[in-house]
């Protein structure tokens, strides 16, 4: 019983965790190579979603909304970049900060204008509805599993973009050195456009998978954008490698949240351990993140870059 | 600039100087702090536009006068909703503060504007300290003290023999008071007791928990987005069938239209419902539906007679704003039509009234609704009006 439990909490940890990285993965390029502080990207993952939500009524399918929603965000965040944040990657982050969290409140206003304040829901289809034995005694959601497998396979699929192409050495050296990176005769304007737009339909995906789990809703970006924040902390800004485990880490950690009460039940007073361990729970990986602050100031995983 | 324009402008300034005070004393000014962005705000709105309704209802006018009301976002945050109310005290120089979703940030609010010497009239939140120790002249709710509607569930349950129940709220003032509303009526001991960030979106890693400590029964208190979550969540996880779920304040007019099928059949416990037969709800029910679209909600209802019981108020002292007093031993008696039918005040300021079961059920259009099963307390008083010290 507590193995099989324990199990099925790594499974939903991991599967917080791959959502976190889907985010993580665009926020951390974004800034580790153009610099930016992007407030925002929480609100392309809502995009993201209402625009899965909005296509998956329209035309009853599942997947064909997945196909369409992910390119519409892909533009939704390649003309935030040409309009609003192309002026801001010589200014200081506070700047950025400021005018991020502008287009943070444009496009929870947007959404509530164009579908509502009320949440949009959206019913699984029946073959993702199910549940799938993973182990003896052990069944799990069919779409939380689905979404692991995604987001893992998502990893790899960077992991060889990022290690193995041409776009990918453009982004390492980008997150190196921008100053030769440009002298090099690199078209660096095109570079962050294409990175920043494929950041935000990662974010997108993440958001159109997390549609049928949560509500649908305006201001559900920022959410999640705290905890995304901690993991690229966490993981060293502008690694994608560290934005995958730092994720995961969080991930785990902020899910095994959940036995810290009966935890501290055994050492402590029940009424003790009742007041302390919620409170306890919601700091875990706020704890985590300031120990590898304390041990690596880098992050986990740090870039090379100056 | 010459000497005429010069004795112009002054007489103008003095004319305006003079004129100010009068003004300001012929207008009644209302604060109204809610949650109005985020995932909050689809409550904020509601009570908004019921706030918007009664004042539609009352001809525009508040007690005979002139009324301006001033909304406030308070993003969920005790801080930013005590600013607003600093705010609202020195800058609007309002007569009343209203409103107020969240019983943390009442608790921040509530002592700012009744410190100040202005009336404080909530419209939600009734955190049990406000009932007790802290109650204040100033302070007056339309809704409920928090320990009061899971009180209802609580009694309910245990007269129906549910024994095992699992308990699951969000950590925050209201969680704890509606937890230990439960247990002081359901008397049992609970299986489990846990307690969630408040916001918190993913329910997973609690409801794997829940479903190892297996449980006979499930009360949750998930108010909000928080409902939708949970609810849709708890369906998800094929848990809905196994293990019966029982709630307060989360399955209502803003989850059900959200989350349908996933809710029908689900029991709740409150105050009020549109279905209850009197003619003020009725009216507000159908002019609500008319003017918004879609069925209200009790945050509604509360801002709502929030409204009307401010109206009684300077009804009563004949506008004369300055007459605190006055106003205070005029809402003591709750002299409005309220869309719960009558009810009295207790000594603490919170409403002596019934509570209802209430079960979600496929309307006669189709649509989910809440309808009233049965009643399970009459003329109900909050368990902490004896720690309050004020005497009328």
């Known amino acids: 019983m507590t193995v099989l439990l324990i199990v099925e909490q790594v499974l939903n940890g991991l599967q917080y965790g791959v959502m976190l990285f889907l985010m993580a993965a665009g926020l951390t390029l974004v800034f580790g190579i153009m610099n930016l502080v992007n407030l925002a990207h929480g609100s392309l993952y809502m995009v993201g979603a209402y625009l899965a939500t909005f296509f998956y009524t329209q035309t009853g399918s599942f997947l064909l909304a997945a196909l369409l929603a992910l390119p519409a965000t892909l533009v939704v965040g390649i003309v935030v970049e040409l309009v609003a944040l192309r002026t801001l990657y010589e200014r200081d982050h506070l700047d950025q900060v400021l005018a991020t969290f502008g287009l943070i409140l444009f496009f929870n206003e947007l959404v509530a204008i164009v579908w509502g304040r009320s949440a949009l829901y959206t019913t699984l289809p029946a073959w993702l509805s199910g549940h799938v034995v993973v182990l003896p005694g052990l069944r799990y959601s069919v779409y939380r599993a689905l979404v692991i497998l995604v987001g893992l396979a998502v990893a790899i699929l960077l992991w060889l973009v990022v290690s193995r192409t041409r776009l990918g050495m453009l982004i390492r050296a980008g997150a190196s050195n921008r100053t ?22 990662l974010a997108g995906l993440a958001g159109l998978m997390a549609g049928p789990i949560y509500a649908v809703q305006t201001g559900m970006g920022e959410q999640i954008l ?43 007073s029940p009424v003790a351990a009742d007041s302390a361990g919620p409170a306890i729970a919601s700091m875990l990986i706020y704890l985590l993140m300031a120990v590898v602050l304390a041990l690596r100031p880098q992050g986990l995983f740090p870039t090379r870059a100056s | 600039m010459t000497r005429i324009m010069r004795v112009a402008l002054l007489g103008v300034l003095a004319v305006v100087l003079a004129a100010g005070p009068a003004l300001a004393q012929e207008k009644v000014k209302i604060g109204f702090i809610t949650s109005l962005s985020g995932p909050a705000g689809i409550i904020g709105e509601h009570m908004k536009n019921s706030v918007e309704l009664a004042l539609d209802h009352l001809g525009r006018k508040v007690g005979g006068l002139d009324v301006e009301v001033i909304y406030g976002d308070d993003q969920r945050k005790p801080d930013v909703g005590k600013q607003l109310a ?41 955190p049990h300290q406000l009932a007790g120790k802290m ?10 003290q928090n320990d009061q509607t899971p009180e209802a569930m609580g009694k309910y349950m245990r007269d129906q023999g549910i024994t095992d129940v699992y308990a699951m709220a969000p950590n925050y003032a209201a969680g704890k008071d509606m937890i230990s509303g439960f247990k002081r009526y359901f008397e049992a001991k609970l299986v489990g007791e846990v307690y969630t ?50 709630s307060v304040y989360t399955v209502d007019e803003i989850s059900l239209p959200v989350v349908k099928e996933a809710a029908l059949g689900q029991w709740e416990t409150r105050y009020w419902s549109p279905d209850l037969k009197n003619a003020a709800n009725q009216k507000y029910v159908s002019d609500y539906k008319k003017k918004y679209g879609k069925m209200p909600v009790f945050y509604g209802a509360q801002s709502y007679d929030g409204i009307m019981l401010i ?40 409403p002596i009234q019934n509570f209802y079961l209430l079960r979600a059920v496929k309307g006669a259009g189709g649509q989910l609704e809440m309808q009233i099963q049965k009643t399970v307390f009459e003329n109900h008083k909050d368990a902490y009006y004896k720690e309050c010290g004020m005497k009328w």
């Open chain 1, 226 to 268: 705290i905890q995304v924040f901690v993991v690229i902390v966490i993981g060293g800004i502008g690694s994608i490698r560290g934005a995958l485990v730092g994720a995961i880490l969080v991930g785990m950690v902020d899910t095994f949240g959940v036995f810290v009460k009966p935890m501290l039940g055994t050492v402590l």
């Open chain 2, 197 to 246: 960030k408040l916001g918190q979106q993913d329910y997973q890693a609690e409801i794997s928990q829940l479903r190892a400590a297996n449980p006979k029964a499930v009360f949750v208190f998930y108010p909000g987005d928080m409902g939708i979550q949970f609810l849709k969540q708890y369906a998800q996880s094929g848990l809905r069938e196994q293990i019966p779920l029982y």
């Open chain 2, 86 to 126: 600093d705010e609202m005290l020195k800058k609007h120089k309002v007569h009343f503060v209203s409103g107020i979703i969240w019983s943390n940030v009442m608790l921040a609010v509530a002592p700012t504007v009744t410190s100040a010497g202005t009336l404080m009239i909530g419209t939600n939140a009734g």
């Open chain 2, 311 to 350: 109206d009684s108020a300077v009804r009563a002292v004949k506008g004369d704003l300055s007459n605190t007093k006055g106003m205070v031993a005029a809402m003591r008696k709750a002299d409005y039509k309220s869309t719960r039918g009558t009810y009295t005040y207790n000594v603490n300021h919170h």
């Open chain 2, 135 to 144: 109650c204040n002249e100033l302070y007056f709710t339309t809704s409920w």
């Open chain 1, 180 to 201: 030769m990176l440009s002298a090099l005769g690199v078209n660096v304007t095109l570079l962050y456009t294409v990175v920043f737009g494929f950041g935000a339909a």
